[in-house]
């Protein structure tokens, strides 16, 4: 009897607990509990219907660019996308659950992974931990998306330099079945960083599935450029300033070596300021920066202009240059040879002869005369080689202001307007 009666108490007990479950649950009609339920149906795969797309719609995305790396060539970039998608599966029913909306952590709930195609580095986190769901099955989340991007930026021009550059923006997608994007508002903010600046950027696509943002495009405008200022003050100006210091010592005298003691620091220092400068250069690309070129110009005229200033100074010293020093010995050494002689007999000649020989007389005067005479025409040839070196050293003067003048408008020109084509899109094929 006691054991019968033991079993219906366990019984009635057991009863009880799960009638006071059933209404504790029933009764309950929080927002956490709806959160509850939904977190239940780990809904943590791709939603699927009919098919196995799922349309994303991205009513409104933020673009920033935070640099552009012109030594590896990289644009980096900052996206903040809001993302909007339907999940039947996490849809409730307003009569059980009175709210339109309730919030998820997104760790339990499937979320669209965005990714850069011609990203280098590509990395996409969640702005919050949690997501917005309404009754129907909608969900908006917002997501940020930071990209190193694989843009061989035109420098051409550099530091004129100006281009656009493709952000390519898509989600997971394979044999038909993935995610769409439905792309809506575009916004570029605080485009100024560092040395270069961006003044558009729009939503451009080359088919359905090949969406991307064109960064710098503006119209027929380009946009992406460098604030040449800095790259001008600290590149261009200092090997302008070096050649017009070049032209203005041909004012300095040939002779006494102070116009080729200058000339040679110069180009001392023009080749250290390459040396220092080397790491801001930009890098190599299919658009070679042409500033490389203007700098192995100016170093070229530079050496030429000194190797001419020491020629011509050789020349107004003694008539010969490195090429032709044995033309001279055979024209003005015979001469000074002469002279070397005729002064070296005239002094025995002048304490032996005596002063009553009248012809002994005639001939010291002779030789003297002579003498004279050959130190007037070695002084006279002397003026006339530097004569000659001072007429060579006005006409180089000249042409060198002149095609140097030239020179440096034409390659400002060349960096300023020139326009070096570039393929942005050979990551898709």
């Known amino acids: 009897m006691r054991p019968l009666l033991v079993r219906s108490v366990w019984r ?7 009638l006071t479950a059933g209404q504790s ?39 920033q660019t935070l640099s552009v790396d012109t030594k590896n060539l990289r644009l980096i970039s900052r996206l903040q996308a809001a993302l909007i998608w339907t999940d039947l599966e996490l849809s409730w029913n307003t009569s059980d659950y009175e709210y339109d909306e ?45 990209a190193e991007i694989n843009c061989e930026v ?22 038909g079945c993935g995610t769409d994007l ?47 200022l800095n790259p001008f003050i600290t590149l261009m100006l200092p090997s302008i300033l070096l050649i017009l210091a070049d032209m203005i010592s041909f004012s300095l005298p040939l002779t006494g070596g102070e116009r080729n003691s200058f000339k040679v620091t110069l180009v001392l220092s023009f080749t250290m300021f390459l ?50 020093s044995c033309f001279r010995r055979s024209s003005s050494g015979k001469n000074a040879d002469e002279a070397e002689g005729a002064e070296a007999e005239t002094k025995p000649d002048v304490s032996v002869v005596p002063l009553g020989d009248s012809e002994g007389q005639i001939e ?16 006279q040839e002397s003026e006339r080689f530097e004569k000659l070196a001072n007429t060579l050293d006005n006409v180089i003067f000249w042409l060198y202001l002149v095609l140097g003048s030239v020179y440096f408008i ?8 020139y326009k070096c084509r570039v393929n942005h899109f050979d990551f898709w094929y």
């Open 364 to 379: 010291l005067l002779r030789k003297v005369v002579s003498f004279l005479k050959s130190l007037q025409e070695k002084e």
């Open 275 to 324: 040396i220092i400068l080397n790491d801001m250069l930009p890098g190599d690309s299919k658009c070679s920066p042409v500033i490389r070129t203007h700098f192995c110009i100016c170093l070229v005229l530079l050496v030429v202009s000194m190797l001419i200033s020491l020629m011509l100074t050789r020349l107004a010293k003694d008539g010969t240059v490195i090429f032709c």
């Open 102 to 146: 309730v919030i998820l952590p997104v760790t339990k709930v499937w979320t669209p992974e965005l990714h850069v195609t011609n990203g280098i580095k590509t990395s996409m986190k969640h702005s919050s931990q949690d997501l917005l769901v309404y009754s129907n099955g909608t969900v908006k989340h917002n997501v940020i998306i930071n």
């Open 182 to 228: 439905n792309l809506g508002t575009l916004k570029m903010v605080d485009g100024t960083h560092g040395d270069w600046q961006t003044e558009s950027a729009d939503y451009q696509k080359q088919r359905d599935d090949r969406n991307y943002i064109m960064v710098g495009h503006e119209g027929l405008r380009v946009s992406l450029s460098i604030k040449y």
């Open 25 to 63: 649950e029933s009764a309950c009609r929080s927002r956490r509990c709806l959160a509850k339920m939904l977190i239940a149906k780990t809904p943590l795969s791709q939603p699927q219907e009919d098919n196995c797309t799922q349309t994303i719609s991205v009513p409104f995305m933020e673009y």
């Open 12 to 18: 009635s007990v057991v009863l009880l607990s799960v």
């Open 410 to 417: 034409v390659m400002i020109t060349v960096m300023v307007k």
């Open 154 to 175: 035109n420098l051409f021009n550099y530091p004129f330099a100006f281009d656009e550059c493709p952000v390519a923006i898509q989600a997971w997608t394979n044999d």
